[in-house]
C-alpha cells in the first residue's frame, strides 16, 4: 500500500463557470487556470500521482500544452487513473478538503463523491470530500481563490 498527498490553489476570476469536484457550482465567480482549474480533482490527480511516485500532474497534463486548454478535470483524472492501473496500482481511498469562503459546497458534496467515484471506478464509500472556510483568514477566507487538499491510499493490483 502506498499513500500520497495533493495541494491545488487557484484564483477566482468574476464571471467564470465554477467547476470543483466534476460539478459546476452556482456562483458569481470561477477559478482561473489553463484547463477548467477545478482544485478538488487537480489534488486528488496530484494524491495518486504522488501514491505511485508518477510525478505530478503538472508533468503529465502541463499548463504549457494547448491540448488541455479548457480540458474537463474529470478526464485529467480519468488519465490518472488509467496511468496508476498500467503501473499496476488501483485506488483504495480518497479523503479530500476543500477550503472556500463561499459559496457553500455541503450541497454539492454528494455529486461530487459521485462523479470522483464513478471516473475512478471505485465506490461512493471510497470517496470522502469535506468543505471548510477559513473564517475569513487568508486568500480563501478573502474570496481570492480557493484550495484544496488530498490524500489518496493506492495498492497493487
Not at 503529465?60 to 483524472?77: E, K, M, N, V, W
Not at 479530500?96 to 463523491?113: C, D, G, N, W
Not at 481570492?144 to 495498492?155: K, P, Q, R, T, V
Amino acid at each position: 500500500m502506498r499513500i500520497g498527498t495533493g495541494y491545488d490553489v487557484h484564483a477566482l476570476g468574476e464571471g467564470l463557470p465554477l467547476w470543483i469536484g466534476g460539478e459546476r457550482i452556482a456562483h458569481t465567480h470561477g477559478l482561473i487556470g489553463h484547463s477548467d482549474a477545478d482544485v478538488l480533482l487537480h489534488a486528488i490527480c496530484d494524491s495518486l500521482l504522488g501514491a505511485a511516485a508518477l510525478g505530478d500532474i503538472g508533468k503529465h497534463f502541463p499548463d504549457t500544452d494547448p491540448q488541455y486548454r479548457g480540458i474537463s478535470s474529470l478526464t485529467l483524472l480519468q488519465r490518472t487513473a488509467a496511468l496508476l492501473a498500467g503501473h499496476g496500482f488501483r485506488v483504495v481511498n480518497i479523503d479530500s478538503t476543500v477550503a472556500a469562503q463561499r459559496p457553500k459546497l455541503a450541497p454539492y458534496i454528494p455529486l461530487m463523491r459521485r462523479h470522483i467515484a464513478d471516473t475512478l471506478g471505485i465506490g461512493i464509500d471510497q470517496v470522502s470530500v469535506k468543505a471548510t472556510t477559513t473564517e475569513h483568514l487568508g486568500f480563501e477566507g478573502r474570496e481570492e481563490g480557493i484550495s484544496a487538499h488530498a490524500i489518496a491510499l493506492i495498492d497493487n493490483l
